[in-house]
C-alpha cells in the first residue's frame, strides 16, 4: 500500500470521554424493561364504573339512525367518537343512563357492559411467565438482565472507545495519499456500493431532492465525493491493523474471508465476488484495527 501514516499520533495521549467507558445495566433499564413486560401481558376486566381509557358497550335511543342501535361502542378520552358522548360515560355505572345532546339531536345511552384494559402488576408472578430457567423472582429476573445484556454492551463500548482512538489518530496524525491508489479504491468502492443498492432496489439515481433523475455517471461522482472521507480512515485503520498485529493486510482479508466463508457454508471466491475489494479491505482494516486495540481500552471500561 503506497498511502501510509508518516508519523504517527500516541493514542495513548487521548483521553476517552465517561460517556464512551460507560456500560453497565441502569436501574432505570431493568424498570423500564420490567414496566414493558406488565403492559404484554395486560389483561382485561369488566368493571362497573366507567373512566377515561375504558371500554364501553350502550345501547343507543336516537333519533339519528346510527347512534340508534341496541349496541354502541366508546372508548372514552381516546378521540374515536363525538367527545360529547365519550364524556356522557364518564362515571357511568351499568345499568346507568346518560343524555348527550350533539349535532344531530339527543341521544340516550345506557351502559351495558365496562371493560378496563390493566397491566399485570410488576412482581414474581409477571416474570414467570417469560419462561427463562432460573428465573422466579423480580430479584432474579434483574440479576439475569444485567448478565444477559452485560456482555454485549460492554463489548459496544469497548468498541465504541477503539473507534474514538483511531479517530483520535486520524485527526492527530500526518498522512500522506497517494493520490492515484485513493482514486482506484474510491472507485472500486463505489462500483461496489453502486452494484449492491440497485440489487437491494435501491437507485442512487433518484434525487434526494427535486425531481430531475440523476444519470448512471451523476450518481456515481456523487457517491464518489461521499466517499472521499473513507479513504483516509482505512489508510489509518490498515496501517494500525498491521502494525498491531505484525500482518499484512493481504494476510488478515485472507483470514477474515476463510472464518466467513467457513460460517456461512460459501469458498472464499464466492465471497470476493460479492463485493468490491475496497470494501472487503475496508471492513477486515476496521475490524482487526479495532479488536487489537481492545486490551489496550480495557483497562477504562467502567469498573
Known amino acids: 500500500m503506497k498511502s501510509t501514516i508518516t508519523h504517527l499520533y500516541d ?15 441502569k436501574d ?3 424498570r423500564e424493561r420490567l414496566e414493558t413486560l406488565s403492559r404484554n401481558h395486560a389483561f382485561e376486566a369488566d368493571v362497573e364504573q366507567v373512566q377515561p381509557g375504558d371500554s364501553v358497550a350502550c345501547r343507543g335511543e336516537s333519533g339519528a339512525a346510527r347512534w340508534n342501535r341496541e349496541t354502541l361502542l366508546f372508548y372514552p378520552g381516546r378521540g374515536l367518537c363525538p367527545p360529547e358522548l365519550e364524556d356522557a360515560c364518564v362515571g357511568a355505572k351499568v345499568g346507568d343512563t346518560r343524555t348527550a345532546d350533539t349535532a344531530e339531536g339527543q341521544v340516550k345511552l345506557t351502559v351495558k357492559r365496562i371493560v378496563r384494559r390493566s397491566n399485570m402488576p410488576i ?12 428465573v422466579e423472582t423480580v430479584e432474579d429476573y434483574d440479576r439475569w438482565y444485567r448478565e444477559d445484556k452485560g456482555a454485549f454492551y460492554r463489548q459496544r463500548a469497548s468498541y465504541q472507545c477503539a473507534h474514538f482512538l483511531l479517530e483520535e489518530i486520524q485527526k492527530n496524525s500526518t498522512l500522506a495519499i497517494d493520490e492515484n491508489e485513493k482514486a482506484q479504491w474510491l472507485w472500486d468502492r463505489v462500483n461496489g456500493l453502486y452494484d449492491a443498492l440497485m440489487a437491494a432496489g435501491l437507485d442512487p439515481k433518484i434525487p434526494q431532492e427535486g425531481f430531475d433523475f440523476l444519470t448512471e455517471e451523476q450518481a456515481k461522482e456523487k457517491m464518489y465525493k461521499e466517499s472521499e472521507p473513507f479513504f483516509d480512515a482505512y489508510v489509518v485503520q490498515a496501517y494500525m491493523a498491521e502494525k498491531l498485529s505484525g500482518q499484512t493486510m493481504d494476510d488478515i482479508c485472507q483470514e477474515g474471508l476463510e472464518k466467513l466463508a467457513e460460517e456461512h457454508g460459501m469458498t ?3 465471497l470476493r465476488a460479492t463485493s468490491s475489494e475496497a470494501m472487503i479491505y475496508g471492513k477486515f482494516a476496521m475490524e482487526r484495527a479495532m479488536e487489537l486495540l481492545e486490551p489496550y481500552v480495557e483497562q477504562f471500561l467502567e469498573a
Open 28 to 30: 432505570q433499564e431493568v
Open 11 to 25: 493514542y495513548k495521549q487521548s483521553v476517552i470521554p465517561e460517556e464512551l467507558r460507560l456500560w453497565r445495566v
Open 268 to 270: 472464499v471466491e464466492q
Open 123 to 134: 412482581g414474581d408472578e409477571l416474570v414467570t411467565l417469560e419462561g427463562i430457567d432460573g
